[in-house]
């Protein structure tokens, strides 16, 4: 006798959600990912990262390339500002797109902060104060599974996948719970080997949003 394994059917774990379709929303799966129905999904809001040097520096020492590192980073425009010119070194602060200072770093060292990781070089003609980069970290709007060792956005929970989605080879639509509903948390899929701390946080980040598990 051949044996079938049952899979989790489009919206099965829903215990209620919200009148109309408000606890639904029509997403963007990412390309390479094949999804099953309940999958606990993160949300990707940035994407490629690029620098511009500002067309007035004294300095000619360039940014290594710009890598999204440990959550956090948002798409936009963030300024790098030297702020202390030594030669052959130097300090200087960076400002996110909302304009709040996410940290400090000296030339030729690595900075680490807000969800950015690079290392700004000396060059042969030092900095001055008030040399100025611009890094973009670029906006995109897409859906993935939940990954706690994610760097884009995916990283923290934020909806349930409503129907199996394949995306193995290019990006497809979907529609995933993102607010105000209430789960089976028996029949949500989440990634292979998370850990019980990561699924706790999760669970409180969906929570957050009105996705409670039962």
């Known amino acids: 006798m051949t044996l079938l394994d049952e899979v989790t059917h489009a919206g099965e774990f829903i215990v209620s959600e919200a009148k109309g379709l408000r606890s639904r929303e029509a997403v963007t799966i990412a390309s390479g990912q094949n999804l099953a129905a309940g999958a606990v999904l993160g949300h990707i809001t940035c994407g490629a990262t690029s620098t511009a040097a500002d067309g007035g520096n004294t300095g000619d020492g360039a940014l290594s390339a710009v890598t999204l590192s440990g959550g956090g ?4 425009d963030y300024i790098l500002t030297i702020t202390a010119a030594e030669t052959d070194a130097g300090d200087y602060q960076v400002i996110a797109p909302d ?3 996410i940290g400090v770093g000296s030339v030729g060292g690595e900075f680490n902060f807000g969800g950015l990781l690079f ?10 104060v008030g040399d100025r980069f611009t890094i973009t970290v670029a906006e995109i709007d897409q859906y993935a599974e939940h990954d706690p060792d994610g760097v884009d956005g995916r990283e923290v929970a934020a909806g349930i996948l409503f129907d199996a989605v394949d995306a193995s080879a290019a990006d497809q639509s979907g529609v995933a719970l993102v607010r105000d509903a209430e789960i089976n948390s028996n ?8 850990s019980a701390d990561a699924k706790t946080t999760g669970i409180e980040a969906m929570n957050d949003d009105g996705i409670i598990l039962r």
Do not use: Q, R
């Not at 290392?119 to 001055?128: A, P, W």
């Open 99 to 101: 304009g709040n200072l």
């Open 187 to 194: 029949e949500i899929v989440w990634k292979t080997g998370i």
């Open 119 to 128: 290392t700004l070089s000396d060059g042969v003609i030092d900095f001055i």
């Open 73 to 76: 980073a948002m798409p936009g």
